[in-house]
């Protein structure tokens, strides 16, 4: 088992930066790809980004990249997107994961093994 929790959430102007950070106990950390996705009200869960189990590889959604970046800190069993240029469409319910079928980093939600409980990023006009 994996413990995930999410922090680093809260409400934002357009334009502006978030940080989120995940921080993992249990098993492991460098035993797992990790992943954010994102869930709006009415919407299905979505992919943002990915990491590998050693921090070498990165994925981003298309939506987020160049404004998004994901990274980790295996000795701190944590990992972290750093979210700049933020959109009004960029609010959600931000999710941090566990993959434990390294090493393709995958994007699909049923890929991930261990899911944190969220944090809410809300951005204004």
């Known amino acids: 088992q994996v413990q995930l929790v999410e922090s680093g959430g809260g409400l934002v102007q357009a334009g502006g930066s978030l940080r989120l950070s995940c921080e993992a106990s249990g098993r492991t950390f460098s035993n797992y790809n990790m992943g954010w996705f994102r869930q709006a009200p009415g919407k299905e869960r979505e992919f943002v980004a990915a990491i590998s189990r050693l921090g070498v590889n990165q994925r981003y959604a298309e939506y987020v990249k160049g404004r998004f970046t994901i990274s980790r800190d295996n000795a701190k069993n944590a990992v972290y997107l750093q979210m700049n240029s933020l959109k009004l469409e960029d609010t959600a319910v931000y999710y941090c994961?566990?993959?434990?079928?390294?090493?393709?980093?995958?994007?699909?939600?049923?890929?991930?093994?261990?899911w944190g409980r969220g944090t809410q990023v809300f951005v204004s006009s």
């Open positions: 994961a566990a993959d434990r079928n390294i090493p393709t980093i995958h994007s699909r939600p049923s890929e991930y093994d261990y």
